[in-house]
């Protein structure tokens, strides 16, 4: 079993449309976890981070912890096309190293 | 402004040769780690370091190595280029916490 795992798409939405990115992992110690962005040919971006369980929102990401049940998730409201993207999961396993999932691409409809 | 950069940006070599990948940062930052990204695998760790003289293995490092000799470099050389490891090779840096990971922007190399 991988240790994260993502919903693997590709993801089509409508622009304006909310799309939904979700994430699996298997380290229950894992207390930092992340979103990145990368546009294809460049490097990830950072654009979210989540260390508690529950909703954090910035603009129109909102990133959702659920410990428990080993999941976090990004939710990506209004989309534009500007957002198309493939959309990593990263978790911290311990030492400041980052476990990646193998990535989600969205694409956004105009 | 700081940053973290690679060279070269794109290489090709053949099997056998060995092949020497540079990154430099200037975030100041001790932890720096290399990852390589295949389709369908996603970023797949091979070495990081914690500070100067401190290397480590990572999931992937068989055919790799590194050095740190100093804060900002942590170059990553193939021994014997091998078709497998056709990839795109990405540098990252963080400063302790929570791992936040600053990423440079990729060395695509080709193997044949």
């Known amino acids: 079993q991988k240790e994260v795992e993502q919903n693997s798409g590709p993801l089509s939405v409508p622009e304006g449309a909310i799309a939904s990115l979700n994430c699996t992992y298997s380290?229950?110690?894992?207390?930092?976890f992340f979103w990145y962005r990368q546009y294809s040919g460049k490097s990830p971006e950072l654009i979210m981070s989540?260390?508690?369980?529950g909703d954090k929102e910035d603009g129109r990401f909102t990133a959702q912890l659920n410990k428990a049940s080993q999941y976090v998730s990004l939710l990506i409201r209004d989309s534009q096309p500007s957002d198309s993207a493939t959309y990593l999961c990263?978790?911290?396993?311990?030492?400041?190293?980052?476990?990646f999932g193998a990535g989600t691409t969205v694409t956004v409809r105009a | 402004d700081a940053e973290i950069t690679q060279s070269p940006r794109h290489k090709i070599t053949e099997t056998g040769r060995q092949v020497t990948l540079a990154c430099h940062q200037t975030?100041?930052?001790?932890?720096m780690f290399w990852y390589r990204q295949d389709l369908g695998h996603g970023l797949r760790l091979i070495h990081y370091?914690?500070?100067?003289?401190?290397?480590n293995k990572g999931e992937v490092s068989d055919g790799y190595s590194v050095s740190r000799s100093n804060t900002e470099d942590l170059p990553l050389t193939l021994e014997s280029a091998a078709s497998s490891q056709t990839s795109v090779y990405f540098c990252?840096?963080?400063?302790?916490?929570?791992?936040?990971?600053?990423f440079g922007e990729g060395s695509r190399l080709t193997v044949l």
């Open positions: 990252a840096s963080s400063e302790g916490g929570t791992g936040e990971l600053f």
């Open positions: 380290d229950r110690v894992s207390q930092s």
């Open positions: 989540i260390y508690s369980n």
């Open positions: 990263a978790v911290n396993m311990g030492d400041y190293k980052l476990s």
């Open positions: 975030w100041n930052h001790n932890n």
């Open positions: 370091s914690y500070g100067v003289q401190d290397t």
